[in-house]
């Protein structure tokens, strides 16, 4: 069964950039959408953005800016940048499959990665 | 945006209780809503898709209703498993959005 790791520094400094990357094992990563979505402690999912294996991507209008995705498809990963952080980017990012279902190729995330805390800090 | 609104933003209810949570779009999603539960510590987990399919393996006890604007989750027996975090989420549109979570806890 397909599984996503997250990984990348656990600390970045204000106004510097977050970068992590998702491993993707036990399937292949072409042909899906695949998705970060963040969680501050004790908040709610915000949904970042996502990218294709063609790499076109798709982001949150609230992150936009600031976000920048990759995909390498010979090592089954993605990537995620994240520019300017300050403290309120300080949470837990998880990576994610969107499942195909009908005419929509990621209508819902299935499966996550176990996701990893980021905390922006000087 | 679509945002997406829960109510209760937590509750607490004895084993063997029906609990029941509602989510609602600010525009009309059709059925294009989803269902996750989140323990402490984990990632989500996809419970209920296109607003009433059960995801494979998800026990029977967990339900879902509603088309539209508004929907409703339901867990018609309440176990000490559930306990966790429950989120809707829409994709009739870009962004994805979900709901604020409703935090349900045993009496």
């Known amino acids: 069964q397909v599984q996503l790791q997250e990984s990348g520094p656990g600390l970045v400094k204000p106004s510097e950039t977050l970068s992590l990357t998702c491993t993707v094992s036990?399937?292949?990563?072409?042909?899906?959408?695949w998705s970060w979505i963040r969680q501050p402690a004790g908040k709610g999912l915000e949904w970042i953005g996502r990218?294709?294996?063609?790499?076109?991507?798709n982001y949150n209008p609230s992150l936009k800016s600031r976000v920048t995705m990759s995909v390498d498809t010979s090592k089954n990963q993605f990537s995620l940048k994240l520019s300017s952080v300050t403290a309120a980017d300080t949470a837990v990012y998880y990576c994610?499959?969107?499942?195909?279902?009908?005419?929509?190729?990621?209508?819902?995330?299935?499966?996550w990665g176990q996701g990893t805390l980021v905390t922006v800090s000087s | 945006d679509i945002q997406m609104t829960q109510s209760p933003s937590s509750l607490s209810a004895s084993v063997g209780d029906r609990v029941t949570i509602t989510c609602q779009a600010s525009?009309?999603?059709?059925?294009?809503l989803n269902w996750y539960q989140q323990k402490p510590g984990k990632a989500p987990k996809l419970l209920i898709y296109?607003?009433?399919n059960l995801e494979t393996g998800v026990p029977s006890r967990f339900s879902g209703s509603g088309s539209g604007t508004d929907f409703t989750f339901t867990i018609s027996s309440l176990q000490p498993e559930d306990i966790a975090t429950y989120y809707c989420?829409?994709?009739?549109?870009?962004?994805?959005?979900f709901g604020q979570g409703t935090k349900v806890e045993i009496k």
């Open positions: 994610a499959r969107g499942r195909p279902y009908g005419d929509y190729l990621d209508p819902w995330f299935d499966p």
């Open positions: 036990g399937g292949s990563i072409s042909s899906y959408y």
């Open positions: 990218i294709y294996t063609s790499g076109s991507t």
């Open positions: 525009q009309d999603i059709s059925n294009y």
């Open positions: 296109d607003a009433s």
């Open positions: 989420q829409q994709y009739d549109n870009l962004p994805r959005t």
